[in-house]
């Protein structure tokens, strides 16, 4: 807490009365109305400055941020206070390969997001993406409860979201395709593992059993109701889009998708940039880390504030029922001023007694908006042996029996001690809460050796973990949450000053809530929102735009598009077989198909389905032909050719997929109605854009800013 005063008062016992003071809390807060001439009293509950920040330093590790570390483009505030600080910053290496793990394999990928092998997933995915996307962009960051369809959304939770975009069992798309299983591994007969929409291939056996039969025993077909395979896995595509959109949930705010508000999280999202920005390393918001530790940050504004800032005061009272403001500490010491911001997450109020109490909609605010849960883990090693095979230490875990979701590299910018962090989040951090930091660190150790494929991982130097749930001033991290119907009922309430006291804290951010960023933006708000009150600004200048900052900047931030059309060249002939070809805008051939669709299936390439495909996935579909029956891979091309190159068999080369991906290829076709018409669709990917004049790919570096 701070306390900030034209005459600093702190005594005990009878208070005389105090003139021209005023009473803040938070960093930032004191910083800015220090430098505006007030007397500023930081009363901070714990033995260290910086909240959910937290820098340790140790001979082991030199030093670990075990709280907020990362800042990225756009986080403008923060960027220029580690610039009028001195702090430097280094990029999170992101130079080799990232790993996706799935159902116990792991495949390495580039870019922030793992490719979709299975091209119907790819459409899931493109389409859920793009829908919050979409949706955020109705969402005010200043006031959320001002969307358009804000009751409706905030009445969902993120689970009910990701059922109804997503396609599962309960809800088909009509481009759904059936799974089914191989009933004998020489039969023409597949199991239905699902039921289609219509009814073609479906037989009856002897045993009553439900099945599909493939059209040629020499190939496999694929019809609008079905996906004949021999091995199939457990998950339909609805399933495996959910199960990364519940990782998606985890990551990015701790909790479960069933736990918060679709409002509320698409909200957040769209305040931080957007599902790509907010989940990069590279042009993301975790894109660099601090030289030194983030927690320096907070050390360097102390060192400014000097004697004002009192450590382990931990406030218990505050009252406003007189001419000033009254605050009294754990340690009975009592401090008087005009003003007070309190910067702590909302549900800590709950641990000060207020009089006058809360008017009746802050204090049921603070009962209902809940902390997230993550345990904060850094495994440290002899050497980056993860890079030497290729990996850059970011691995993107989906198995419910892993402790991890996510991982990160951090080691430090010149290459000394090794290191990956990890992050178990949400259910798993309430799970595992009741481990031993012993137990924890081994489970992350055979499961890095896993996920890497590597004996090292089992072989730590040093490890360091913080628990945020056990912390009882943050009561969790990283911010706290809106579960359903509370955003729209109380949002509004969250910025409101109560009397002379003012909210500051990350969760009232409009811009990154729920980074550092963020933080520094409420502070600087509620310090401002106090000069006003004191008239020494006009009520123009409380919320100020941050130009952007130029201390760093990151890679050029670049996209492609692809603008392609689908067109069917043939109709089926009397023994159903047809000709379908992907084509660029010149008419020029991409891919081509043509095989017996079978009975009444009309069969085009997945590409008519969705427009765009957003720029975070990397595999480009116009790369995929179906040859045979099968859908085989074409090698894909550089982010940095020039030309536009038709697929064909030269084609096939260096970075195809295992034979395991190209045997899930092959099982896999999308089916759409266009009734022969032309469809255009646009495709974007990061690196170049296709301009109609020249017919090429030309790069485009568009520099974000630091």
């Known amino acids: 807490m701070v306390q900030c005063n034209k005459e600093a008062v702190e005594h005990k016992g009878e208070i005389p009365p105090v003139q021209n003071a005023c009473l803040a809390v938070g960093l930032s807060a004191a910083k800015l109305l220090t430098e505006s001439g007030l007397n500023v009293v930081l009363l901070e509950a714990n033995d260290r400055v910086g909240g959910r920040t937290f820098t340790v330093r140790n001979k082991q590790v030199k030093y670990v941020d075990l709280g907020g570390a990362y800042v990225g483009p756009t986080q403008n505030r923060l960027l220029r206070l580690s610039k009028e600080l001195g702090i430097e910053t280094y990029k999170v290496n992101e130079v080799e390969h990232l790993i996706h793990h799935v159902k116990g394999k792991s495949y390495p990928f580039k870019g922030p997001f793992p490719p979709m092998w299975n091209p119907l997933a790819y459409l899931d995915y493109n389409n859920l993406w793009r829908t919050m996307d979409e949706m955020g962009k109705e969402i005010p960051n200043e006031a959320p409860w001002k969307a358009p369809h804000a009751e409706e959304w905030d009445k969902m939770t993120m689970q009910d979201f990701i ?14 395709l059936v799974a089914v299983e191989q009933i004998d591994f020489y039969s023409n007969l597949f199991r239905i593992a699902e039921y289609p929409t219509c009814g073609c291939h479906e037989l009856e056996l002897d045993s009553g059993m439900n099945a599909v039969s493939s059209a040629m025993a020499s190939y496999l077909y694929f019809f609008p109701c079905c996906i004949p395979a021999a091995k199939l896995p457990e998950q339909t595509i609805g399933q495996a889009a959910k199960s990364f959109a519940t990782l998606f949930v985890n990551v990015d705010v701790t909790s479960e998708p069933h736990e918060v508000s679709a409002l509320w999280f698409l909200w957040y999202v769209k305040q931080c940039g957007g ?43 505050i009252d406003q029922s007189g001419d000033s403001v009254i605050v009294e500490t754990l340690d ?41 849960s993550v345990i904060k883990c850094i495994v440290y090693y002899k050497e980056t042996f993860w890079r030497k095979k290729g990996y850059c230490g970011t691995m993107i875990i989906e198995d419910e029996d892993a402790a991890i979701g996510l991982t990160l590299d951090d080691t430090k910018p010149d290459g000394s001690f090794p290191a990956i962090i990890g992050f178990i989040l949400a259910r798993k951090c309430r799970r595992l ?73 990350t969760e009232t951010a409009t811009e990154w809530s729920g980074y550092m960023e963020g933080a520094v933006q409420a502070g600087e708000r509620a310090a401002r929102e106090i000069l006003f009150a004191m008239r020494k600004i006009p009520d123009s200048e409380i919320w100020k735009p941050e130009p ?74 116009h790369q995929y032909l179906l040859k045979s029956g099968r859908l085989d891979s074409c090698c894909p091309t550089s982010q940095r050719t020039t030309t536009l190159t038709p697929a064909s068999d030269s084609n096939l080369a260096a970075d195809k997929p295992t034979k395991k991906r190209e045997s899930a290829l092959k099982q896999v076709a999308a089916v759409s109605h266009i009734n022969g018409q032309k469809l255009n669709q646009s495709f974007k990917y990061p690196g170049q854009d296709w301009t109609p004049e020249s017919d090429h790919l030309i790069d485009r570096h568009k520099d974000e800013g630091s």
């Open 163 to 176: 059922d109804k975009i997503c396609w599962t069992k309960e809800k088909k798309s009509p481009l759904i």
């Open 275 to 317: 599902t790509t920005r907010i989940f990069s390393t590279s042009n993301g918001g975790q894109e660099r880390k601090f030289v030194g530790g983030s927690g320096q940050i907070s050390e360097k504004i102390m060192e400014r504030l000097g004697a004002r800032v009192r450590l382990r005061k931990p406030v218990v009272r």
């Open 332 to 372: 009975r010491e009592l401090y008087e001023g005009k003003y007070v911001i309190s910067a702590i997450p909302p549900a800590l109020c709950l641990k000060i007694h207020f009089n006058p109490p809360l008017p009746p909609m802050r204090n049921q605010l603070i009962n209902r908006i809940p902390m997230g």
């Open 433 to 505: 809460t009741g481990l031993t930091k012993e137990e924890r660190k081994m489970r992350l150790c055979e499961l890095y050796a896993k996920v890497l494929g590597s004996e090292e991982a089992l072989h730590p130097v040093h490890y360091e973990e913080k628990n945020w749930c056990e912390d009882q001033y943050s009561g969790g991290c990283y911010t706290a949450y809106f579960p359903p119907g509370i955003m729209t009922q109380y949002g509004r309430i969250i910025r409101q000053p109560v009397g002379r006291i003012y909210f500051a804290g």
């Open 548 to 621: 952007e900052s130029v201390a760093k900047s990151p890679a050029a931030a670049t996209e492609v598009t692809h603008r392609v059309q689908l067109s069917r060249h043939s109709s089926p002939g009397a023994e159903g077989r047809c000709v379908r070809s992907l084509c660029d805008d010149a008419g020029n051939t991409l891919t081509t198909a043509g095989r017996s669709c079978g009975a009444k299936a009309v069969c085009n390439l997945l590409l008519s389905a969705m427009d765009p495909v957003p720029a975070h996935h990397t595999w480009q579909p």
